[in-house]
């Protein structure tokens, strides 16, 4: 699998991914600058990682969106590429219309920087093969906007088509409002494109990849990606 990792000015989580990728992959990913027009050749993954892109000035993601680098991601993707947008990623994803919906503010109008529960919804797809279906996982969540919005037609059709990847669960998988960090709409913390290629969630799987950050439940995405994309 040949990965890069986008960095935008402010970004500050393209370290962490490149050594889940590294640990995943055996190889180090490419590191793409905002201002590139191109992707490497050959290139199989995308991941667009967490950090204040542009200091979030405008909308968080929303001046990202319209970088350079991000035409070619686009098309990667329209192509059938895989993207995995994590935190800011996730947010530029939706700015981009690779993915539906936005992310504003937390309900609690507070940074939320702590470790959460998901529950996989959808095993169907390569970033989620890796995991059982209701399997619950623990991994790390820092953002002050992470809040999934859509309208309710949206919400239904992302239901209805097995598009939403992950949501906030208690410990023993309870779907309820103090397991929902953010206030996002029905719990949902990640969702996929209509084909299945792209994900966006708020948490950072890429933490929890090696036994010195205490967890490696975020480790079976990389390594299903890798396997998939082989």
């Avoid at 393209?14 to 990728?21: F, I, N, R, S, V």
């Avoid at 000035?57 to 350079?68: D, F, N």
């Avoid at 937390?106 to 919804?121: G, I, P, Q, T």
Wanted: glycine share 12%.
């Amino acid at each position: 699998m040949k990965a890069v990792v986008v960095v935008f000015p402010g970004t500050n989580r393209e370290m962490d991914a490149a050594a889940a990728l590294q640990r995943a992959t055996g190889r180090k990913p490419g590191i793409v600058w905002h201002r590139d027009t191109e992707l490497p050749a050959g290139t199989d993954l995308v991941l667009l990682p967490g950090g204040f892109s542009y200091g979030d000035y405008l909308r968080c993601g929303a001046m990202a969106a319209l970088s350079p680098v991000m035409r070619a991601v686009k098309a990667h993707a329209e192509r059938g590429g895989a993207v995995l947008g994590i935190c800011n990623g996730f947010q530029v994803l939706c700015e981009t219309g690779l993915l539906p919906g936005a992310l504003l503010r937390n309900a609690s109008l507070k940074f939320v920087c702590k470790d959460v529960f998901l529950r996989v919804e959808e095993t169907q797809s390569l970033f989620t093969r890796g995991y059982r279906q209701g399997q619950i996982i623990r991994v790390p969540t820092a953002h002050g906007d992470g809040n999934y919005f859509a309208d309710e037609a949206t919400l239904d059709r992302l239901e209805g088509e097995g598009r939403v990847a992950f949501r906030y669960v208690t410990a023993d998988g309870r779907t309820v409002p103090e397991a929902n960090v953010n206030g996002a709409a029905r719990n949902i913390s990640g969702i996929l494109s209509g084909n299945r290629r792209v994900l966006g969630m708020m948490p950072h799987p890429e933490d929890h990849t090696d036994p010195l950050q205490g967890c490696t439940d975020g480790l079976p995405m990389f390594t299903a990606m890798a396997e998939a994309l082989a």
